[in-house]
């Protein structure tokens, strides 16, 4: 090894050690660093991919946990920011107002999605993250219905297996052990309907049979509840935190007339499937649907900043116009509408219209197929699963959906570590390992991933 190499794996060391000693990571059981969970010091970002200060390189197939639209360092984003931070970094929203905040909200509305014979989103109010974003939307759906004297109507719908954040409110309408169970003495009641996955289908049901089954439990506590329910809230099209389990479009479209029926608001949560991860702008178009509030966060600054939107219709809006203070919505964040998160939001959205990114999503989605289909035979391979630009591995003793991994054998770890040592991230849930790469991902690149993919599931479960 030359003096060079060594002095390049020193400072990565180096760095290393800098960081445990003060820092807490998020997700992470701290213990395991740095034996057990390597810990990768980055220097930098280039397209898909990421660079270790050791020099080694990294695909980012996982988009940094769902995040990077276009590739790190994109141009197109960074210059935006640059060009914002010389003019305008930050102003307060309440009271005062700028170009990009007003120009972004404009845009925003004008793709969301539409519904015929429903009035379109209206309404943009900014949050600092996707967590923030539910927040904000619970919390509007719950006042909307207090200020028309309708205070039975206190209870959230959701659905089993679902995520939505980790803020107290956010993880009241989750329903992921690992994350609810121990905060739960803390968190308010919510009701949960039989998720719509395709995956616990029965024996011989389509994903629409399955879709339309769940539904109808989701009616059965629609009705139970009748005049206490002020919300569903869901992900459409694929519940991601949740092992990216998929469902038929169908399902929203039950929900949407079930909500209507019954005076419910519907919420969809389309922070992790917008723009273009399911193949449409936003996943609820695949329904013809259009929820009453929509949030947005992740990919909305092609994920170079926190920012997030919450769309919200006229009648939403004008049910807090009062002359009593109290009725308003006072819900703040001090970076509400941050000049250059919107900056970069506006820059992302510039770059859908310039390079017809869905056109080319749908061709990497039909070579992501490709390329996954062998993958499909593995032993070890119970489904494999896609919408658009998303795709996942559900690994189980001896391919059979119904018999799981020993969760002590850890094979999504195995599977994670192994991914690492061949240069590619592939950071799992539980045990389903899952492709959702940037959009600026190449032919060679979707190569590299699939063929890591293939020897990292041979490897991760060679121990069953």
């Not at 539910?134 to 959230?156: P, Q, T």
């Not at 009648?315 to 109290?326: A, C, N, Q, V």
């Not at 018999?403 to 850890?410: A, E, G, I, V």
Request: glycine share 8%.
């Amino acid at each position: 090894m030359s003096i060079h190499d060594t002095a390049i794996l020193d400072d990565a060391g180096h760095w290393r050690s800098r960081d445990l000693h003060v820092l807490w990571h998020p997700c992470t059981q701290m213990r395991e660093h740095p034996d057990v969970l390597p810990l990768v010091p980055i220097e930098r970002g280039e397209g898909a991919w990421l660079v270790g200060r050791d020099g080694r390189r990294y695909l980012d197939a996982v988009s940094s946990w769902w995040t990077n639209l276009f590739g790190h360092a994109e141009p197109r984003i960074a210059q935006a920011i640059a060009k914002q931070a010389l003019t305008l970094e930050q102003v307060i929203l309440a009271g005062f107002s700028h170009a990009p905040a007003v120009e972004l909200a404009e845009k925003l509305l004008a793709i969301a999605p539409r519904e015929p014979g429903r009035a379109s989103l209206a309404k943009v109010f900014y949050a600092d993250n996707g967590s923030a974003g539910v927040e904000v939307a619970l919390k509007m759906a719950f006042h909307w219905f207090r200020n028309r004297g309708e205070d039975k109507r206190s209870k959230f719908v959701a659905l089993a297996n679902g995520y939505h954040g980790e803020t107290i409110g956010a993880l009241s309408v989750g329903d992921i052990p690992l994350y609810r169970r121990v905060y739960a003495p803390l968190l308010a009641e919510a009701l949960f309907a039989p998720s719509p996955d395709s995956y616990v289908a029965e024996p011989g049901e389509t994903a629409a049979e399955c879709a339309e089954r769940a539904a109808d439990g989701l009616r059965e506590i629609i009705e139970r509840h009748a005049g206490e329910i002020c919300a569903l809230i869901l992900e459409p099209r694929v519940q991601c935190a949740g092992g990216m389990r998929m469902h038929d479009p169908l399902y929203l479209r039950r929900a949407r007339e079930l909500c209507d029926a019954h005076g419910v608001f519907l919420i969809a949560d389309e922070i992790a499937v917008g723009f273009g991860r399911t193949g449409t702008l936003f996943a609820s178009e695949q329904s013809g649907v259009q929820p009453d509030l929509l949030c947005l966060s992740k990919g909305l600054t092609g994920g170079f900043l926190p920012l997030a939107a919450v769309l919200a219709t006229q009648t939403i809006y004008d049910g807090f116009l009062d002359d009593s203070r109290e009725r308003a919505f006072l819900h703040s964040h001090s970076y509400t509408g941050n000049p250059l998160a919107c900056a970069a939001a506006l820059a992302t959205l510039s770059i859908f219209d310039a390079d017809d990114v869905l056109a080319r999503n749908r061709a990497t989605a039909s070579r992501m197929t490709e390329l996954a289909a062998p993958l499909a035979e593995l032993p070890h391979v119970a489904d494999v699963r896609q919408a658009g630009m998303i795709l996942a591995f559900e690994l189980t003793q001896g391919g059979d959906k119904r018999t799981p991994f020993d969760p002590s054998l850890r094979i999504g770890l195995r599977a994670y570590r192994a991914a690492l040592e061949r240069g590619v991230v592939l950071r799992p849930l539980g045990d389903t390992l899952y492709w959702m790469p940037p959009y600026c991902i190449d032919d060679d690149q979707l190569l590299l991933l699939a063929h890591t993919t293939r020897d990292t599931i041979i490897e991760a479960t060679a121990c069953a």
